[in-house]
């Protein structure tokens, strides 16, 4: 126990650095008292804009008017190499790191306790200004999740604040397509009835203001934009100029004339980008950039409904592709905005600084997307839900649950429009809806706790977190239990055929219920913005009762089962280090092998006189870097044998790959050693490699879809 005098020693001590942190503390604005800022009226619109967006921020969080002055003012801003040269010079702010940062900013304290927003050039201090109201708690989401900003008594920053930022990527974009069901509807019919066009102004300007926020400077409209779209105007123009946003017309002028073009690497649809930069075109004089998909429609299989693309398959391929050089133009194609907030906030971050993200994490990064849009109090356990919805959409998106497909005449005589079983066993179909079951349960309870304690943050928290969530765990009871119905199984021990096949059917009914709520959230602002059927594919329509002709697949009995990266079981060798993206894969622990690069597997088995031995391996279903992707394996120290897994884009194989998020190859390795413990060697012969699963089989196997 303390002593009394012990005890006013350590109060006096606690109050006094409290004072001396009050004291530190250069720059102050508190609530309700006016913001006085000094900037040049020749800045650029989008400086303009951005201030704009400042004022109004500052309105609503401490209550605090912005004047404009030249004297004595709290906020200083200015572009270095343009209309605020002279403004920041009598700062005495040393500007020399801007120099040859494009679209870089500096904000920082002065000793008088002012605050000092540069930017190298227009965008940078509209970026600048931006980042300023992110210190106020604003996120870029606050119009379109409705992310209420948190009000506040003051802003406090300490004495000697710095912060200095520029972009990795230079042009950083977003391409809308698909439309015809969700933003188009949402804005012709509930956001501007009126306007003339299928998207007017007022849907324009909104898209062009998040873009701002998000530091994104480069826009495509729809690939299926006509005449009829404002996008298509020369007030379109002015309009995003306003904002900072250049237009381009996608992968074939990505960016305005007479600016130099990249050649563009695009993803398969995916999120498998199949084609990376070569030496040749590394070269080329206007660089390289990326196309990526959070959104597709198309074959084998839509996916337009949930945003449920894997942000940790988008963090690995975009984080390789950077790394391999093309870096100069990042585009996400994210559909129709909602409900991939998500991915578009994890792109838009990497593209602005790769490193940052890499040392956060995507695991840490979707916690701070919480923490910024709903609240930090409950952004860990929001994380973790979200993961989980990541990780089981990822072994199978709820769009792909119906085993269907989008017809091709390639396709011949097969029917994917008719309902088939999933191969997957009784065993993994029930505890698959166990994972649900229990996610369902805790965004439920986590969901009433917000409504309840923070009711402002309520909308946020269902459009990012409850909706995906709960409609993808509806969907998924949708068709496994109508799985296990049509094979005359029951879902609990309490239920029949017939009340298993209700359960089906309701949580049909609640897809269509929980898409009614959220276009019915803030009073009908989002009405028409999210669809419970895109397309009206087979997958969204009620499932007929009828009766299976095949019985359900039995699981192939293992020896061992083995993760990329299973630390307690394998060993790591190679002149790099390696390292999983923890998240990734159906493992969530996928580990990228360079080439060259090894991981020894070890198991212990009592073989009696089998002559082979069939392992069967998971990768990711990633195309070549380089002209092929291949790996090698051995077992026990014997010959290795070297496999090809790579499959053409529009191949039936891809076709299988990218549905169920892995290629398969099965490998019959001969046994030299019947005794003790066994090791089994997989080497990475290209770069792009990533190994997901091992199996390590008791019978002889065959290649399926799992």
């Not at 940078?124 to 996120?139: D, K, M, N, P, W």
């Not at 669809?531 to 699981?555: E, Y």
């Not at 088995?605 to 394996?633: G, N």
């Amino acid at each position: 126990m303390l002593s009394r005098i012990q005890r006013i020693f350590a109060t006096t001590i606690v109050l006094a650095m409290t004072a001396l942190t009050i004291q530190a503390s250069a720059f102050v604005l508190s609530a309700h008292h006016q913001v006085k800022v000094n900037m040049d009226d020749g800045e650029d619109d989008v400086v303009a804009t951005a201030l704009s967006l400042m004022e109004k921020d500052l309105m609503r969080v401490l209550n605090a008017p912005v004047t404009r002055t030249g004297h004595h003012a709290n906020i200083i801003i200015g572009t270095a190499q343009g209309a605020g040269e002279k403004i920041l010079q009598h700062t005495g702010v040393d500007l020399t790191w801007l120099n040859n940062k494009t679209q870089g900013f500096i904000i920082t304290t002065t000793d008088n306790g002012q605050l000092v927003i540069a930017g190298r050039d227009a965008l940078g201090t509209a970026y600048g200004i931006i980042e300023f109201t992110r210190l106020l708690g604003v996120s870029p989401w606050e119009w379109w999740a409705d992310a209420e900003p948190e009000v506040r008594t003051e802003l406090r920053l300490p004495d000697g604040y710095l912060n200095r930022q520029a972009p990795d990527v230079l042009y950083r974009g977003i391409q809308l397509s698909d439309l015809q069901w969700g933003l188009e509807i949402w804005a012709h019919h509930t956001y501007e009835p009126n306007s003339t066009f299928s998207m007017g102004s007022k849907t324009a300007t909104r898209i062009f203001e998040l873009m701002l926020r998000l530091r994104a400077n480069l826009f495509w409209p729809a690939k299926e934009s006509t005449a009829n779209s404002y996008f298509a105007t020369p007030e379109c123009h002015a309009t995003a100029r306003n904002y900072g946003i250049l237009m381009g017309h996608g992968p074939a002028q990505p960016l305005p004339a007479p600016l130099r073009q990249p050649l563009i690497c695009q993803d398969d649809g995916f999120g498998y980008i199949s084609h990376f930069p070569t030496g040749q075109e590394i070269q080329h004089p206007g660089g390289n950039g990326v196309l990526y998909h959070a959104s597709f429609s198309g074959a084998p299989h839509d996916y337009l409904w949930l945003g449920t693309a894997s942000p940790f398959l988008l963090y690995q391929q975009l984080t390789e592709a950077y790394y391999h050089g093309a870096y100069r133009l990042w585009v996400l194609d994210v559909g129709d905005i909602k409900p991939s907030e998500y991915q578009l906030a994890l792109f838009m971050d990497l593209a602005w600084n790769v490193t940052a993200v890499e040392e956060l994490s995507v695991a840490r990064h979707i916690e701070e997307f919480i923490a910024q849009n709903v609240g930090r109090d409950i952004a860990r356990l929001s994380s973790i839900y979200l993961k989980e919805h990541y990780h089981l959409s990822f072994q199978r998106k709820p769009e792909h649950l119906a085993g269907t497909r989008l017809h091709e005449p390639a396709d011949g005589v097969h029917n994917w429009s008719a309902i088939r079983d999933l191969p997957w066993s009784e065993k993994r179909i029930r505890h698959r809806l166990g994972r649900y079951d229990q996610l369902e349960r805790n965004v439920k309870w986590i969901a009433d706790s917000v409504r309840r304690a923070h009711p402002a943050r309520y909308n946020a928290f269902f459009q990012l977190v409850e909706y995906p969530i709960l409609a993808a765990a509806a969907q998924n009871d949708k068709y496994l239990i109508a799985q296990l119905a049509r094979h005359g199984l029951s879902y609990l021990q309490r239920d029949n055929v017939n009340s298993t096949w209700r359960r089906s059917d309701e949580a049909h009914n609640l897809v269509q219920s929980l898409t009614l709520k959220y276009n019915s959230l803030c009073g009908g602002k989002w009405n028409g913005i999210i669809s419970s059927n895109p397309r009206s594919l087979t997958v969204f329509q009620p499932i007929p009762h009828i009766q299976g002709i095949t019985p359900l697949v039995t699981d192939a009995r293992t020896i061992a089962v083995f993760y990329g990266a299973s630390y307690n079981a394998s060993s790591f060798s190679g002149s790099s280090i390696l390292d999983p993206v923890l998240g990734l894969g159906a493992s969530i622990r996928a580990m990228p092998v360079p080439k060259g690069c090894n991981i020894t597997y070890k198991f212990a088995y009592q073989f009696v006189k089998e002559k082979t031995l069939d392992v069967e391996i998971h990768m990711l279903p990633t195309h070549p870097i380089d002209a092929q992707q291949r790996f090698s394996l051995s077992l026990d120290g014997g010959a290795p044998q070297t496999f090809t897994y790579d499959a053409p884009v529009g191949s039936e194989t891809w076709k299988q790959n990218v549905t169920q998020n892995y290629a398969s190859v099965i490998a019959h390795l001969p046994l030299t050693k019947l005794n003790g413990n066994h090791e089994l060697k997989f080497e990475a012969l290209d770069e792009g490699v990533v190994i997901d699963e091992v199996f390590v089989y008791k019978e002889p196997q065959t290649v399926r879809e799992r």
